[in-house]
């Protein structure tokens, strides 16, 4: 089986490339070959390849720097995966592709059913929900998995910039009243696989729409709070006190959902997959990276 996966190097590419290794030959083309920011390039990259299964983590994803860009967010998120989606209905390929919490506007007060109605307030989240409209519209056989608030050991994430500012700062200052579930880039990872494995290379998916996050709730001050306290013991940063403060404290271009919270019935009743708490994820990629710095 031949697997297409774009954006290889970024913090969610880097571990699907390892967690698809498994399932057939996995192709990663660089920015030569295949470029979201250059939708034209991608029909005829794919006519060529001729993949099985596209796997897009791929995206533009500055959300405040998006505000300004709206245009090159708009042509990354939407018109290359129209371009993807297009490709593979006509090859017949499975398209995976990922989204967003911030297609919704975080004023539910409870978690988030696939079922509804989007309604982003940012130029990013605007942009992520247009990609999933033109892969439905498109008809070919996909996967959208939506998730949250994600980080890794590699790249840029919330989970490296606290770990920075806690081996800097004697404190730290943290929104307390934004809500959501933090998702680790590896937990994204394998779950995928376990996805593919299921679905199996030429059937269509029980369910197309998943939402796919670390189980429990949390705030950006929880989530902060939890990483100071897990860094330190682990020696990754200093236990320094994380201090709570409010969205109006720390005013950012691009709003943001008050609640983020995606409920996770979907991906538990279409495929047996029950996830983890996102603390458990949160100790793994601390140990992992607190391994990768020591050199083990």
Known sequence: MRILLTGATGQVGWELRRSLSCLGEVITPGRAELDLARPETIAPYLQQLQPNIIVNPAAYTAVDKAESEAALAQTINADSVA???????????????????YVFDGSKPSAYEITDRPNPVSAY??????????????????????TSWVYGARGKNFLLTMLKLASERDSLRVVADQFGAPTSSRLIADVTAQLLARIGRDAQPTASLLHLSGAGRTSWHGFAAAIVEMGATLGLCKAVPVHVISTADYPTPAARPANSLLRLTAIEQAYGLQLPPWQISLQHCLQDLAALRAGR
């Open 83 to 101: 371009e993807l989606a297009k490709a593979s209905a006509a090859t017949g390929a499975l398209l995976v592709h990922y989204s967003t919490d």
């Open 125 to 146: 989240g605007r942009s992520k929900l247009a990609g999933e409209a033109a892969i439905i519209a498109s008809d070919c056989r996909h996967l959208i998995i939506r």
